[in-house]
């Protein structure tokens, strides 16, 4: 069973800085996708970033935010910079393995922007 844990999250004013972590708990080889979703009240959860296959950001954190991977650690890193209360969400890791065609999430770390 594959976990994936995230922490980071909290309470930051406006232009101020987070970096949220996912550990997985195997190999991050083993997953064909990785990436950071976030989801605001009210609203659907939307993609914020992805570091595999491609790196891929949201136009609205496009220059703030840098996703990064430490494959010794089993560790996804979202640096997330020049926050802004917009930012404020629940945000999720997640993975996918092609072949196995399964889909993980984590439980979800909350970022809260707001002075």
């Known amino acids: 069973q594959v976990q994936l844990v995230e922490s980071g999250g909290g309470l930051v004013q406006p232009g101020g800085s987070l970096r949220l972590s996912c550990a997985a708990s195997r190999s991050l080889f083993f997953f064909d996708t990785m990436g950071w979703y976030r989801q605001a009240p009210g609203k659907e959860r939307e993609l914020v970033a992805t570091s595999r296959p491609i790196v891929n950001y949201a136009d609205s954190v496009k220059g703030r935010f840098t996703i990064s991977i430490d494959n010794a650690k089993n560790t996804v890193y979202l640096q997330m910079n020049t926050l802004k209360p917009g930012d404020t969400a629940v945000y999720y890791c997640?993975?996918?393995?092609?072949?196995?065609?399964?889909?993980?999430w984590g439980q979800g770390t909350q970022v809260t922007v707001s002075s």
């Open positions: 997640y993975a996918r393995n092609d072949y196995d065609r399964l889909e993980y």
